[in-house]
């Protein structure tokens, strides 16, 4: 275990791929990331629910949408582009969501930059917004960066059941959870996790679970300062403010659970 003294926390306001392009080649381990895409919503039209507000303010100061990463090919070639390039050949994983459009639209990209090892289904047991099925899941494209490195136990499942989070304080801020199976699966003790679109720093908090270094960024101010007092607090306490209920180790449970 790599004391708090020694872990590498750090944190920009920056766009994921400025973030990206900051960061020296081959140095980062695992990528874990919950990208903020526009497809799905500017077809569905969600958002003028209570939770989310008026998805025309999107990216405004009082909007309750954030900005989102402008999700076309080209875009998110140069994004998966920087990826591989920042992924250590030896030991890079990297862990990507995708909603249903997404991972239709820009999923099959991440064969030409990764070898794709599985689709993972995160059952989030409660069901959600949508028109033609509410939906209830969302999706992980896991790939490695060309090794074959192993996973730590090839007994995992490839599908998560985590409860989705209710009334959550950042808005589609994920379960700790997720990100400790990713993690967990994936990393040593000492790896450096990364991940450009860290909203509230829920990847962060589980990869402090997992003793490893991280490197996160958004380009929303407010997300920023909510995963710097969110991680400030989880090390003085030891309790997480956002999820004080997650699951406080590391380790098979929260695979099984
Ligand atoms: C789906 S949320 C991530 C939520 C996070 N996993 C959590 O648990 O809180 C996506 C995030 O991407 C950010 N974002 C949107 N466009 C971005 C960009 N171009 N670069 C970096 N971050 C961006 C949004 O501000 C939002 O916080």
């Known amino acids: 275990m790599i004391s708090e003294q020694k872990r590498i926390i750090r944190l920009e306001q920056s766009d994921c791929l400025t973030f990206l392009q900051s960061l020296p080649t081959d140095s980062v381990d695992l990528i874990v990331t919950d990208p903020a895409y526009s497809g799905m919503n500017e077809r569905l039209k969600l958002g003028n629910g209570r939770i989310v507000g ?69 059952d989030k047991i409660n069901i ?80 402090i679970k997992n003793g490893c270094h991280y490197l996160g960024c958004d380009v929303a101010g407010t997300a920023v300062s909510l995963a710097q007092t969110r991680i400030a607090a989880y090390k003085k306490t030891g309790q997480d403010p956002l999820q004080p209920k997650s699951v406080s180790l590391p380790g098979e449970k929260v695979f099984w659970e």
């Open 54 to 122: 008026q998805y025309s303010q999107k990216g405004t100061q009082n909007g309750k949408w954030f900005q989102e990463f402008q999700d076309s090919e080209a875009n998110y070639r140069l994004f998966l582009e920087q990826c591989r390039r920042v992924l250590n050949p030896d030991t890079g994983h990297i862990y990507i969501m995708f909603d249903s459009y997404s991972l239709l639209s820009l999923g099959p990209l991440m064969r030409d930059y990764f070898a794709v090892k599985n689709l993972i289904t995160w």
């Open 128 to 207: 959600g917004m949508g028109h033609y099925f509410r939906r209830r899941h969302e999706y992980i494209i896991f790939a490695t960066n060309g090794n074959n490195r192993k996973l730590r136990h090839q007994g995992f499942p490839d599908v998560w059941r985590f409860k989705r989070l209710h009334r959550a304080q950042y808005a589609t801020q994920k379960p700790v959870e997720l990100f400790q199976a990713m993690i967990f699966a994936s990393a040593e003790p000492g790896f450096m996790v990364c991940d450009p679109f860290m909203g509230s720093g829920s990847s962060a908090i589980a990869a």
